[in-house]
């Protein structure tokens, strides 16, 4: 016989049927990239996938002020898209038009009664603010890249080394500070030297964070637990003077009493 363990045999009999691991939530961001979820693709879970003519092709593309300028097109007509479904929806909200596909599949649940496998599905509003956040910064992204490519077009290396050494002496001669100094070299669109990326980082490091408008340096903390301390100590003797009193007319009332 085979030390093997017996498998459990399945009581609704036939084979058991199998399944693509992604649970009870298809859309969990766990599972984007399992085959078979669809949102893989979106988010570019298959990449490494791509046949290699692809890859190639893709590879290839220019990051071309032309190109940039494409993408920034493509960019703002998926926001469009988006602030139209939102509109939308809002405006099926107020009219309460809302129907079972406007909502977003969340999770899929299966459960088992009576012998049969039913599926119910748990939709939740889609999250238009999370979508609109995520093109608004794509858009400024790709809009700096394209401004910052225009600007080095237009500048042969000789004279952005030359725009880039005059941003540095005047910043030397107005005493600016190296982080100032590498944001004007940025916004003429020219990159940060190494050096002054160090001096950046260095400066940085011993930059404290600045404290509240209303709070209390070590000094002021100390007088005011100190006052606090004796306001605590006087409170206690008046008490303890105040027992004595009480004590005293009690005592005074006792022998008016027994008179």
């Not at 995520?134 to 890249?145: A, D, F, H, K, M």
């Not at 990159?191 to 509240?212: G, H, Y």
């Amino acid at each position: 016989m085979s030390n093997q363990p017996r498998k459990k045999p399945n009581p609704r009999g036939g084979k058991k049927r199998k399944t693509d691991g992604r649970g009870k939530t298809p859309g969990s961001q766990k599972n984007w990239f399992l085959p078979g979820n669809q949102a893989a693709v979106t988010h570019g879970g298959y990449v490494s996938e791509l046949p290699p003519e692809i890859a190639e092709q893709a590879a290839e593309l220019p990051s071309t002020p032309e190109h940039l300028a494409e993408l920034i097109q493509l960019e703002r007509g998926r926001l469009f898209m988006v602030l139209k479904k939102e509109a939308e929806w809002n405006a099926k909200v107020d009219y309460n038009a809302l129907a079972h596909s406007d909502y977003q599949l969340n999770e899929v649940v299966a459960r088992a009664s009576n012998g049969e496998k039913q599926t119910t599905t748990k939709r939740v509003r889609p999250d238009f603010e999370a979508q609109i956040d995520r093109l608004v910064g794509r858009i400024g992204y790709l809009v700096l890249e394209h401004t910052r490519i225009e600007r080095q077009l237009s500048l042969t290396g000789d004279e952005a080394a030359a725009l880039r050494k005059q941003i540095i002496d005047q910043g030397e001669a107005e005493a600016w500070s190296c982080t100032q100094i590498g944001l004007e070299i940025e916004k003429r669109g020219l990159e940060v030297p190494f050096t002054l990326q160090a001096q950046i980082k260095r400066e940085l490091s011993f930059i404290e964070p600045e404290e509240p408008d209303n709070g209390l340096t070590d000094d002021e903390l100390e007088r005011l637990s100190d006052e606090y301390q004796q306001e605590a100590t006087s409170e206690q003797q008046w008490l303890e003077a105040r027992h004595e009193d009480v004590k005293a007319i009690h005592g005074a009332n006792q022998k008016r009493s027994a008179q």
